[in-house]
């Protein structure tokens, strides 16, 4: 990282992020949301700084681009500050996790997936109160060793081996965190038919943002729909559920399937005064559900308790309306689901809780995220929406990712 030169090395880093060499001398207000976003980090990354501070960097990002800057950090020989709702990501660059929760700071070894392992395992231990002490220590200092273990070859991984090796079990605390708790039931199993899309186009009045997409939804799969351009897997399910219509082609949901939607933009839900009670209670499907101790269940499940099931639904927050959101398709009890970028707003608790629940859940999934945790560990097939076709396989996404053949027909499809 020393003897730096300014113009080469800028060079460089623009040629890292994807930036073309052509782009090099326009203006900011010239480059598109993306170009935009990549120009400030290579910005932030310029200069070996001693300390860089980073606030949600994968925001907007692609994943090749996060990629690469998780490597950039991960090897990085100065100080990091970094916040992110990115759980990948910071278990790839973190040694210390700084958990800011009513009001104190608390500083913790480890990255987030040990940090939050570690603090859910003496939670447990702390409700066991007839398991001897020696038992809970011999099961932490298990704990430990096996994170240790499997520490990559990374500085950072490195140093972060270093530090767990050295950490006392006292050091590891219980988090007073509070998780949702997220659970889709289907009301009943669907049949062999789910969805079958024929020759599906659409364009937006700038560019084709994908064509002649094709595929059959097997029974139970759970898919990572995918597109460089988000606009397209947006338009795309938006089409799935009758919201917008095709350029051409066709699509026809099985007979026996059901279907709930989280999209990406859920404001029109919300345009009402309705308490949250009232405002879950229009999708109750029988006197039973409309009950307020019924929906104050839905709700309490997703941490709106006492007085808070009251808010009215126009005034709470982003984070407060996708919850909201997961309450009613908990309450609808689809056999397929579907989630538009559903990560957006939510805290880490939240997101760890749905990454779970969404795992768990026995009927066909389709997802589109840029958390990457989420993609690599829900999916069994990826689907990726190009201007010139479909890209179609049946393989983990972190497999999809990295496969060469796939990279090579990407470039053909996107050029």
Not at 20 to 42: C, F, P, S, T
Not at 272 to 296: G, H, M, P
Request: contains cysteine; proline residues 2%; negative net charge.
């Amino acid at each position: 990282m020393n003897g730096w030169n300014a113009e080469s090395d800028a060079a460089t880093l623009l040629s890292n992020l994807e930036i073309r060499e052509d782009l090099h001398y326009k203006l900011m207000n010239e480059l598109d949301g993306i170009q935009k976003v990549k120009v400030l980090l290579a910005q932030a990354l310029f200069g070996n700084p001693d300390v860089l501070i980073m606030d949600e960097p994968t925001n907007d990002l692609d994943f090749e681009t996060i990629k690469w800057l998780e490597s950039f950090i991960a090897n990085y020989d100065n100080t990091v500050i970094v916040v992110s709702h990115d759980r990948h990501f910071l278990d790839s660059v973190c040694t210390h996790i700084s958990d800011i929760d009513f009001g104190k700071i608390n500083h913790f070894s480890g990255n987030y997936t040990f940090w939050y392992e570690s603090s859910q395992l003496a939670l447990r231990q702390k409700t066991q109160q007839n398991k001897k002490a020696e038992e809970k220590k011999k099961e932490l200092e298990d704990f430990i060793a096996r994170f240790s273990a499997n520490a990559s070859k990374s500085k950072q991984a490195t140093s972060r081996k270093k530090m767990l090796d050295n950490l006392n079990i006292e050091d590891i605390k219980p988090s007073s965190r509070r998780y949702p708790a997220i659970i889709f039931n289907s009301e009943r199993y669907a049949g062999d038919q789910i969805l079958n899309v024929d020759n599906l186009s659409f364009s937006d009045s700038s560019s084709v943002l994908f064509d002649k997409i094709s595929f059959n939804l097997n029974k139970g799969e759970k898919v990572v729909l995918y597109s460089k351009d988000t606009r397209a897997t947006t338009a795309f399910y938006q089409i799935i559920n009758n919201e917008i219509k095709p350029d051409s082609g066709k699509f026809n949901w099985g007979i026996t399937t059901s279907q709930s939607y989280l999209p990406l933009d859920n404001s029109s839900f919300f345009n009402n005064k309705l308490s949250l009670v009232d405002w879950l209670r229009q999708w109750a499907k029988n006197d039973e559900e409309r009950e307020e101790v019924y929906i104050r269940g839905f709700l309490g499940k997703m941490i709106f308790s006492g007085e808070e099931a009251l808010k009215k639904a126009d005034v709470i927050s982003g984070g407060e309306k996708v919850r909201c959101m997961l309450s009613r398709m908990m309450m609808l009890r689809s056999n397929v689901i579907m989630f538009d970028e559903p990560t957006s707003h939510l805290d880490l608790e939240s997101i760890t809780a749905l990454n779970n629940s969404i795992k768990k859940f026995k009927g066909n999934v389709i997802l589109s995220t840029h958390d990457f945790e989420f993609a690599k560990s829900v999916g069994d097939r990826v689907i990726e929406l190009t201007p010139k076709g479909v890209i179609d396989r049946l393989n983990s996404f972190d497999d999809y990712i990295v496969d060469n053949k796939v990279k090579e027909l990407r470039k053909k499809l996107y050029s």
